[in-house]
Protein backbone atom coordinates (compact mmCIF):
# COMPACT_ATOMS: atom_id res chain seq x y z
CA UNK A 1 0.00 0.00 0.00
CA UNK A 2 2.52 2.56 1.21
CA UNK A 3 4.90 1.39 -2.16
CA UNK A 4 1.56 2.52 -4.27
CA UNK A 5 1.23 5.39 -2.23
CA UNK A 6 5.01 6.63 -2.84
CA UNK A 7 5.09 5.22 -6.55
CA UNK A 8 1.87 7.41 -7.79
CA UNK A 9 3.42 10.62 -5.70
CA UNK A 10 6.47 9.72 -7.96
CA UNK A 11 4.18 9.80 -10.90
CA UNK A 12 2.62 13.20 -9.78
CA UNK A 13 5.20 15.30 -9.78
CA UNK A 14 6.98 13.45 -12.80
CA UNK A 15 4.07 14.88 -14.33
CA UNK A 16 4.12 18.01 -12.98
CA UNK A 17 7.93 18.36 -14.30
CA UNK A 18 7.07 16.78 -18.17
CA UNK A 19 5.04 20.16 -18.54
CA UNK A 20 8.07 22.70 -18.55
CA UNK A 21 9.41 21.29 -21.73
CA UNK A 22 9.45 24.47 -24.12
CA UNK A 23 6.07 24.15 -26.28
CA UNK A 24 6.48 23.07 -30.19
CA UNK A 25 3.97 25.61 -31.25
CA UNK A 26 2.86 28.32 -29.15
CA UNK A 27 -0.09 29.15 -30.68
CA UNK A 28 -1.42 25.99 -30.17
CA UNK A 29 -0.98 26.15 -26.60
CA UNK A 30 -2.84 29.86 -26.44
CA UNK A 31 -5.88 28.03 -28.19
CA UNK A 32 -5.93 25.46 -25.81
CA UNK A 33 -5.32 27.30 -22.90
CA UNK A 34 -8.52 29.83 -23.85
CA UNK A 35 -10.99 26.96 -24.66
CA UNK A 36 -9.99 25.92 -20.72
CA UNK A 37 -10.55 29.21 -19.87
CA UNK A 38 -14.23 29.00 -20.74
CA UNK A 39 -14.39 25.67 -19.46
CA UNK A 40 -13.18 26.00 -16.17
CA UNK A 41 -14.68 29.95 -15.73
CA UNK A 42 -17.76 30.57 -17.62
CA UNK A 43 -18.80 26.86 -17.55
CA UNK A 44 -18.86 26.99 -13.53
CA UNK A 45 -20.04 30.42 -13.41
CA UNK A 46 -23.86 29.89 -12.54
CA UNK A 47 -23.15 26.93 -9.72
CA UNK A 48 -20.96 29.45 -8.35
CA UNK A 49 -23.64 32.59 -8.68
CA UNK A 50 -26.10 30.46 -6.88
CA UNK A 51 -24.06 28.68 -4.38
CA UNK A 52 -22.41 32.11 -3.38
CA UNK A 53 -25.43 34.04 -2.65
CA UNK A 54 -27.71 31.79 -0.84
CA UNK A 55 -24.32 30.76 1.64
CA UNK A 56 -24.96 34.61 2.37
CA UNK A 57 -28.22 34.67 2.63
CA UNK A 58 -27.82 31.54 4.92
CA UNK A 59 -24.94 33.03 7.06
CA UNK A 60 -26.80 36.52 7.32
CA UNK A 61 -30.09 34.88 8.95
CA UNK A 62 -28.27 32.27 11.31
CA UNK A 63 -25.85 34.66 12.26
CA UNK A 64 -28.58 37.13 13.35
CA UNK A 65 -30.10 33.74 14.98
CA UNK A 66 -27.23 33.40 17.10
CA UNK A 67 -26.66 37.24 18.22
CA UNK A 68 -30.20 37.66 21.02
CA UNK A 69 -28.04 39.58 23.26
CA UNK A 70 -29.07 43.09 23.11
CA UNK A 71 -25.93 44.85 23.93
CA UNK A 72 -24.77 43.56 20.65
CA UNK A 73 -25.37 46.15 17.67
CA UNK A 74 -27.01 45.01 14.57
CA UNK A 75 -24.19 45.89 12.14
CA UNK A 76 -21.87 43.20 13.96
CA UNK A 77 -24.00 40.83 11.44
CA UNK A 78 -22.25 42.40 8.53
CA UNK A 79 -19.08 42.61 9.95
CA UNK A 80 -19.56 38.68 10.80
CA UNK A 81 -20.91 37.46 7.33
CA UNK A 82 -18.15 39.85 5.83
CA UNK A 83 -15.25 38.24 7.04
CA UNK A 84 -16.64 34.44 7.11
CA UNK A 85 -17.65 34.87 3.29
CA UNK A 86 -13.99 36.58 2.59
CA UNK A 87 -12.26 34.11 4.74
CA UNK A 88 -14.18 30.38 4.40
CA UNK A 89 -17.16 30.31 2.36
CA UNK A 90 -15.55 31.80 -0.91
CA UNK A 91 -12.57 30.36 -1.48
CA UNK A 92 -13.30 26.86 0.26
CA UNK A 93 -17.14 26.00 -0.41
CA UNK A 94 -16.61 27.14 -3.98
CA UNK A 95 -13.53 25.17 -4.61
CA UNK A 96 -14.51 22.22 -3.02
CA UNK A 97 -17.39 22.47 -5.43
CA UNK A 98 -15.08 23.18 -8.64
CA UNK A 99 -13.59 20.51 -7.50
CA UNK A 100 -16.44 18.57 -8.51
CA UNK A 101 -18.03 20.19 -11.42
CA UNK A 102 -13.96 21.22 -12.76
CA UNK A 103 -12.00 18.15 -11.10
CA UNK A 104 -14.23 15.41 -12.70
CA UNK A 105 -14.46 16.96 -16.17
CA UNK A 106 -11.10 17.17 -16.42
CA UNK A 107 -10.58 13.49 -15.50
CA UNK A 108 -12.93 11.91 -17.28
CA UNK A 109 -11.72 14.26 -20.29
CA UNK A 110 -8.12 12.80 -20.00
CA UNK A 111 -9.59 9.20 -18.84
CA UNK A 112 -11.30 8.89 -22.25
CA UNK A 113 -8.52 9.66 -24.32
CA UNK A 114 -6.17 7.43 -22.79
CA UNK A 115 -8.46 4.91 -23.05
CA UNK A 116 -9.16 5.55 -26.52
CA UNK A 117 -5.62 5.75 -27.17
CA UNK A 118 -5.45 9.91 -28.62
CA UNK A 119 -2.17 10.51 -26.42
CA UNK A 120 -0.82 7.95 -27.61
CA UNK A 121 -1.44 9.17 -31.09
CA UNK A 122 0.24 12.19 -30.10
CA UNK A 123 3.03 11.02 -28.36
CA UNK A 124 3.80 9.18 -31.67
CA UNK A 125 3.69 11.99 -32.91
CA UNK A 126 6.11 13.82 -31.49
CA UNK A 127 4.39 16.31 -29.44
CA UNK A 128 4.88 16.69 -25.07
CA UNK A 129 1.10 15.99 -24.21
CA UNK A 130 1.94 16.36 -20.16
CA UNK A 131 2.46 20.16 -21.65
CA UNK A 132 0.00 20.28 -24.36
CA UNK A 133 -3.20 18.26 -22.14
CA UNK A 134 -2.49 19.08 -18.79
CA UNK A 135 -0.08 22.75 -18.20
CA UNK A 136 -3.40 24.81 -20.28
CA UNK A 137 -5.44 23.48 -17.65
CA UNK A 138 -3.47 23.93 -14.74
CA UNK A 139 -2.75 27.41 -15.79
CA UNK A 140 -6.34 28.31 -16.76
CA UNK A 141 -7.34 27.22 -13.59
CA UNK A 142 -4.65 29.48 -11.76
CA UNK A 143 -6.21 32.53 -13.99
CA UNK A 144 -9.82 31.82 -13.46
CA UNK A 145 -10.48 30.50 -10.29
CA UNK A 146 -9.46 33.31 -8.57
CA UNK A 147 -11.81 35.59 -10.36
CA UNK A 148 -14.65 33.00 -9.34
CA UNK A 149 -13.73 33.37 -5.90
CA UNK A 150 -13.86 37.26 -5.79
CA UNK A 151 -17.43 37.06 -7.40
CA UNK A 152 -18.61 34.70 -5.03
CA UNK A 153 -16.78 36.70 -2.20
CA UNK A 154 -19.00 39.69 -3.63
CA UNK A 155 -22.44 38.19 -3.97
CA UNK A 156 -22.02 36.20 -0.52
CA UNK A 157 -22.08 39.07 0.59
CA UNK A 158 -24.58 40.78 -1.70
CA UNK A 159 -27.01 37.90 -0.81
CA UNK A 160 -25.79 38.26 3.35
CA UNK A 161 -27.62 41.88 2.56
CA UNK A 162 -30.54 41.34 0.62
CA UNK A 163 -31.72 38.35 3.78
CA UNK A 164 -30.82 40.29 5.89
CA UNK A 165 -33.01 43.54 4.89
CA UNK A 166 -35.69 42.08 3.60
CA UNK A 167 -36.16 39.52 6.51
CA UNK A 168 -36.39 42.79 8.58
CA UNK A 169 -32.92 41.02 10.89
CA UNK A 170 -31.30 44.91 9.99
CA UNK A 171 -31.70 47.90 8.01
CA UNK A 172 -30.10 48.22 5.21
CA UNK A 173 -28.09 51.16 6.38
CA UNK A 174 -26.77 49.21 9.76
CA UNK A 175 -25.36 46.81 7.58
CA UNK A 176 -23.57 48.93 5.35
CA UNK A 177 -22.09 50.76 8.50
CA UNK A 178 -21.06 47.26 9.91
CA UNK A 179 -19.55 46.15 6.20
CA UNK A 180 -17.47 49.35 6.43
CA UNK A 181 -16.33 48.94 9.97
CA UNK A 182 -13.21 47.09 10.93
CA UNK A 183 -12.36 45.76 7.25
CA UNK A 184 -8.84 44.08 7.35
CA UNK A 185 -7.48 44.21 4.32
CA UNK A 186 -5.29 40.80 4.89
CA UNK A 187 -8.29 39.15 4.93
CA UNK A 188 -8.95 38.92 1.12
CA UNK A 189 -5.21 38.38 0.82
CA UNK A 190 -5.74 35.71 2.96
CA UNK A 191 -8.82 34.37 0.67
CA UNK A 192 -6.67 34.56 -2.84
CA UNK A 193 -3.56 32.83 -1.45
CA UNK A 194 -6.06 29.61 -0.70
CA UNK A 195 -7.83 29.83 -3.94
CA UNK A 196 -4.27 29.61 -5.81
CA UNK A 197 -3.48 26.99 -3.62
CA UNK A 198 -6.60 24.90 -4.58
CA UNK A 199 -6.83 25.57 -7.96
CA UNK A 200 -3.35 24.01 -8.42
CA UNK A 201 -5.41 21.06 -6.50
CA UNK A 202 -8.63 21.22 -8.42
CA UNK A 203 -6.89 20.87 -11.74
CA UNK A 204 -3.13 18.78 -11.44
CA UNK A 205 -5.08 15.83 -9.20
CA UNK A 206 -7.93 15.40 -11.43
CA UNK A 207 -5.26 15.60 -14.46
CA UNK A 208 -3.13 13.00 -12.93
CA UNK A 209 -5.64 10.46 -12.29
CA UNK A 210 -6.92 10.92 -15.99
CA UNK A 211 -3.34 11.23 -17.66
CA UNK A 212 -2.91 7.75 -15.95
CA UNK A 213 -5.85 5.96 -16.09
CA UNK A 214 -5.99 2.16 -17.19
CA UNK A 215 -8.44 -0.03 -18.53
CA UNK A 216 -11.94 0.44 -20.03
CA UNK A 217 -14.78 3.42 -19.61
CA UNK A 218 -15.65 1.87 -16.28
CA UNK A 219 -12.13 3.04 -14.72
CA UNK A 220 -12.68 6.30 -16.09
CA UNK A 221 -15.76 6.98 -13.82
CA UNK A 222 -13.91 5.28 -10.89
CA UNK A 223 -10.42 7.86 -11.25
CA UNK A 224 -12.76 10.99 -12.37
CA UNK A 225 -14.67 9.96 -8.77
CA UNK A 226 -11.21 9.01 -6.86
CA UNK A 227 -10.12 12.47 -8.39
CA UNK A 228 -12.71 14.24 -6.63
CA UNK A 229 -12.16 12.74 -3.19
CA UNK A 230 -8.43 13.45 -3.32
CA UNK A 231 -8.97 16.54 -4.39
CA UNK A 232 -11.85 17.56 -1.54
CA UNK A 233 -9.37 16.25 1.07
CA UNK A 234 -6.23 17.81 0.22
CA UNK A 235 -8.32 21.37 0.02
CA UNK A 236 -9.59 20.44 3.67
CA UNK A 237 -6.03 19.78 4.78
CA UNK A 238 -4.39 22.67 2.68
CA UNK A 239 -7.22 24.88 4.25
CA UNK A 240 -6.12 23.75 7.48
CA UNK A 241 -2.46 24.25 7.17
CA UNK A 242 -2.65 27.66 5.61
CA UNK A 243 -4.86 29.13 8.57
CA UNK A 244 -2.18 28.09 10.94
CA UNK A 245 0.62 29.41 8.96
CA UNK A 246 -0.83 32.99 7.60
CA UNK A 247 -3.81 33.66 10.80
Request: glycine letters at 8%.
Amino acid sequence: MFMKFFNGVGRYFLLLKGMFKRPENWKVYWKEFMHQCSDIGIGSLGIVVIISFFIGAVSAVQTAYQLVSPLIPKSSISQIVRDTVILEFAPTLVCIVLAGVVGSKIASELGNMRVSEQIDALEIMGINTKAYLVMPKIVAAFLVIPMLVIIASALGILGGQIAAVASGIVSSEDFHKGLLSNFVPYNVFFALVKAYTFSFIISSIPAYFGYYVQGGSLEIGRSSTRSVVVSCILILIADYVLSALLL
